[in-house]
């Protein structure tokens, strides 16, 4: 059996490293230069940095085993420290009941606690619906800490209004279900705490986040598989069992037995020359494009944090992260770099920017007192135009469509973040491509359910 991979991601090169392992020949097909995906590193002049800041945590303890195999020796425990930095302050992250509400001013605070008991009666006289994000997080913290601390950031990030983005996203990406659950979660410490409580996760001691891809490429190379980079799809035929790349400026076809794509789906129906009715559905789902800019700073360390969030309008920035922290061999001992996320949609005005993002970003950081400008050495920017699904709210609707189709065609297996139009972290994304492969390698793999219990949308 061949199998035929597209992405060069963590769960492209999970699975392809499991079944070359088994003697499955196996082609990964990658259009960057490099593997890894969102999750890929770069280094340069002695510094490695990753596209933003990435942790890689699990509660299941065989993905933690299957890392620290593939790792071996380089690996490291990092106790995370992320922050919030709004009205001047420096906020915890994850929220601690203390820390994000006392420390308001307080008439603030006397509001924050007095609109999240009248949510709580309302909810108990009746039930209020939930049908946005805002609508979710509102009847689950009352409105004042929705709008300090929810709705900026939220917005700021998506560049839609709250109203507009669906359920899922908040359902998905905050784990605590009301204020009150802030206050058992720090007080009382319960022992299954919530993935946006996890303080402890894993990272590679040298080489950034993207050793884990390399590793996988690796063990792929050292079996029966080969990955190719700088490889742009043209065309793919589930008919044939046949994909058209572009390598070097010649076209190359791949025949397969098995196709397994981690591209966006968008891509795929597209490239399979899908019916017009599945091209539009897809035409309405959106990612939210991301550009890193990198500054290298002559100082030994800019801040404490993995990262912090900066949700007001007044910086340029979503989210700011320095790489040393994750581990001291990213950067020389007397120099450091960070970077700064800041998402738009894709070719707008930001999205080209250069010098003037550079120079409003470096505004950022000196207006958090971290640096001052003449300490910036050195910048440059990376773009990424699939980094976010946006879950608007009937991106439902046209993801079930395009999802009937791709399961109509019995040569294909999608999963990933790209494929299944679904915010995986990293880990979710190695359990699906494990679980791919066990599907392949016995036939039956159940490998519709993550780690965490949650039922993938493919």
Same mark, same amino acid.
């Given at each position: 059996?061949?199998v035929?991979i ?7 090169l ?9 003697g499955?020949?196996?082609d ?20 490695t940095y ?20 593939l790792?071996?020796?380089n ?7 992320s922050?919030i ?33 009248? $949510? ?5 006289i ?9 609508s979710?997080?509102v009847?689950?913290?009352?409105n004042?800490l *929705?709008q300090?601390?929810?709705?900026? @950031?939220?917005e ?19 784990s ?8 058992k979660?720090t ?8 993935r946006?409580y996890v ?10 986040i993207?050793?884990i ?5 690796e063990?792929?190379k ?21 994909v058209?790349?572009?390598?070097s ?14 591209i ?29 800019? @990198? ?13 912090? *969030?900066l949700?007001?309008k007044?910086?340029?920035s979503?989210?700011?992260?320095e790489?040393k922290n994750f581990?001291?061999?990213n950067a020389?001992?007397?120099k450091?770099?960070?970077c700064a996320?800041?998402?738009?949609? @894709?070719?707008?005005k930001?999205w080209?920017m ?9 505004g ?6 971290? $640096?001052?400008e ?6 440059f ?6 980094? #976010? ?5 009937? *991106?439902?609707? =046209?993801?079930?469509k ?11 297996? @999608?999963?990933g ?5 679904r915010?995986?972290?990293m880990? =979710?994304?190695?359990?699906?491509g494990?679980?791919?492969a066990?599907? $392949?390698l016995?036939?039956?793999?159940? #490998?519709?359910?993550v780690?965490?219990g ?5």
């Open positions: 059996m061949k035929l597209l992405g060069g991601g963590l769960a492209g999970s699975s392809g490293y499991e079944l070359s392992k088994e499955v020949v196996v990964v097909i990658e259009k960057d230069p490099e593997v890894g995906g969102f999750a890929k590193s770069f280094s340069k002049n002695g510094f990753d596209l933003g800041p990435h942790r890689f945590h699990s509660s299941d303890a065989h993905i933690i085993e299957h890392l620290k195999g790792l071996k020796e690996i490291v425990v990092r106790n995370r420290i922050r930095y709004i009205n001047k302050k420096f906020i915890d992250y994850p929220l601690k009941t203390g820390n994000a509400v006392f420390k308001m001013p307080f008439f603030t605070t006397l509001h924050i606690l007095y609109d999240y008991i009248k $949510i709580k009666v309302e909810n108990k009746r039930k209020r619906k939930d049908d946005s994000f805002e979710w997080v009847n689950r913290f009352g004042k *929705y300090i601390y929810f709705k900026p @950031y939220t700021k990030s998506w560049g839609i209004p709250c109203t507009e983005i669906s359920v899922d996203w908040a359902a998905q990406r905050i605590l279900l009301s204020l009150w659950d802030t206050v979660n007080v009382f410490k319960p022992k299954n705490v919530p946006t303080s402890k996760f894993y990272y590679p001691l040298k080489g950034g993207g050793s891809a390399e590793a996988y490429a063990g792929i050292s079996g029966k598989g080969q990955v190719f980079l700088n490889s742009e799809i043209k065309k793919i035929n589930p008919d044939k069992k046949e058209v790349c572009v390598q400026s010649k076209e190359c076809v791949y025949k397969y037995d098995k196709l397994l794509s981690t966006p789906l968008t891509s795929f129906v597209e490239l399979a020359d899908a019916p017009k009715d599945i091209i539009e559905a897809a035409s309405k789902l959106q990612f939210r494009p991301v550009v890193f800019v @990198y500054l290298v700073v002559n100082k030994s360390k800019v801040m404490d944090d993995h990262w912090i *969030y949700p007001e007044g910086f340029v979503n989210r700011v992260s790489f581990s001291e061999e020389p001992s007397n450091t770099i960070v996320e800041v998402t738009c949609c @894709y070719k707008d930001v080209f250069e010098e003037e993002l550079i120079n409003k970003v470096i950022d950081f000196v207006k958090l007192n971290f $640096i001052k003449d300490d910036v050495e050195d910048s920017i990376y773009r990424m135009e699939h980094s #976010y699904p946006i879950y608007a709210l009937d *991106y439902k609707e =046209h993801l079930d395009i999802k009937e189709y791709l399961d109509s065609i019995d040569s294909l297996e @999608y999963f973040r790209n494929a299944l139009f915010y995986n972290n880990d =979710h994304s190695v359990d699906m494990l679980k791919v066990k599907k $392949i016995e036939g039956n793999g159940n #490998y519709k359910e780690a965490t949650e039922k993938w949308f493919g």
